[in-house]
């Protein structure tokens, strides 16, 4: 009589003793720091993030991101938590004093318009108080220290360019008195008749020099300096 064929195909028992295996551990959120190295702290290091981010910060759970946002700068937070975040920091600072945050907030929304359309339509009185502060920062420094506003003009493009050149326009003559601001017009709009000193003084001459660091003068500067 033969003994029965075992049965191979059944698996065997584990040892009492076999240690269970464990599950994969997650990694640990990063670090306030390390997010802020990533990401940036000012408006231009946060823009150029939300437009091309960290998958690895992507990824982070939504409470994980809240968590973490109180212990970053304010532009560092909405930049983690995204273009809609980072567009309402943008208004809310412009319209704070800040109002060169207008010209990244016209960067994003010409980038992700979708996203941003929404958050200004919910905030007018904030798109109100950026222009009125752009428009204070122009009157004032076309009376004072003009490159800033030079660098406003050059720089300014959409819908922030209209609310600045509506102030340019509104007063050639004191444009005139700050060859800089003249300068910077000129370079965009070179039909402007802008009126010029027909004797220059030596702050406006020393002015128009300087402003030859932007670029090539304007023609009817350049022959004022010469």
Known sequence: MTSPTPDVSAEPAAAPDEPKKQGKKKAPPPEPRDIVRRIGSDSEAALAYVLAPDPQLSRLGRKVKEELITELPPVTAAALLGVEALARHFLASAAAGRYRDLFFMWELFRE???????????RPKAVEKGRHALQTAYRLGIKGHAERVAQDVARAQGLV????????????????????????????????????????????????????????????IDALVA
Not at 112 to 122: G, K, Y
């Open 161 to 220: 360019w209209q609310w600045l050149r509506e102030e340019v326009h509104a007063d050639l003559a004191a444009v005139g008195r700050r060859p800089g601001v003249a300068a910077a017009l000129l370079r965009r709009e070179p039909d402007t008749e802008v009126p010029l000193p027909d004797s220059p003084d030596a702050d406006w001459l020393a002015e128009a020099v300087a402003a030859r660091a932007d670029g090539e003068l304007p023609a009817a």
């Open 112 to 122: 992700r318009p979708d996203e941003c359309r929404q958050v200004l339509a919910e």
